[in-house]
């Protein structure tokens, strides 16, 4: 298995590889691809792609040294650029970075397999989060949900989480899978429908879906 690691704090990277020979789902045969900046990032993951080698886990800190001749300019853009190269890649992108607004944009837009903040991340956390991607589960830290939560509150963002909602809903989604493409709770995403279906004036028998198609939502 060939794990590539981008994180800046080189003692950070060695921590990381001393907790992975814990696992149990990795095997024997491990490779390390190591970066210390988003340059370096960008370089081996050209470099792993020219060899024919694929990288199986990345594991990337949100803040590092950018590079701005490519326009990486934090751990988002190498995870994205990473995808592009490498599309069945397991990504995990972990960041001592709390505010909501930049956590919604990286579950967002680029939708990591796994994303927790540091401070919620022990051995045993990290250990946990390796085997739940590995395993084709999204994982998100209880902090990250939390802001997400307080984001999906804020009415700025209201209009196109309701589309979001209501496409997924379109798609056949079941209430408990929406939450999880959306990385927040069954709860929230219920009242977020509760509040959709006040706004159209519906009854509880009438359908949603429906009315959202004669409106233009979906």
């Not at 960041?95 to 680029?110: A, K, P, R, Y």
Request: net charge negative; aromatic share 10%.
């Amino acid at each position: 298995m060939n794990i590539f690691i981008a994180e800046d704090h080189q003692m950070t990277i060695e921590g990381y590889k001393m907790i992975l020979s814990f696992s149990d789902v990795l095997g024997d045969n491990v490779n390390y691809i190591e970066a210390n900046s988003c340059e370096e990032a960008y370089l081996k993951i050209n470099s792993t792609k020219e060899i024919n080698t694929y990288i199986d886990l990345a594991i990337i800190d949100y803040s590092m040294p950018i590079y701005r001749q490519e326009n990486i300019l934090n751990g988002a853009d190498v995870c994205k650029y990473l995808k592009a190269n490498f599309p069945n890649s397991k990504t995990i992108i972990l960041t001592s970075i709390i505010e909501n607004v930049i956590l919604f944009d990286i579950v967002q837009n680029v939708s990591p397999d796994g994303i927790a903040t540091k401070m919620d991340v022990s051995g045993d956390v990290f250990l946990e989060i390796i085997e739940n991607v590995l395993s084709g589960n999204k994982y998100r830290s209880f902090f990250v949900v939390e802001q997400l939560e307080e984001i999906w509150e804020n009415e700025v963002f209201i209009n196109e989480k309701n589309r979001l909602i209501l496409q997924y809903l379109s798609l056949g989604y079941k209430i408990n899978e929406v939450a999880s493409e959306l990385s927040v709770s069954e709860i929230t995403i219920k009242k977020r429908i509760s509040k959709i279906r006040q706004s159209f004036n519906l009854k509880e028998d009438e359908n949603i879906l429906k009315e959202a198609k004669s409106r233009g939502y979906i």
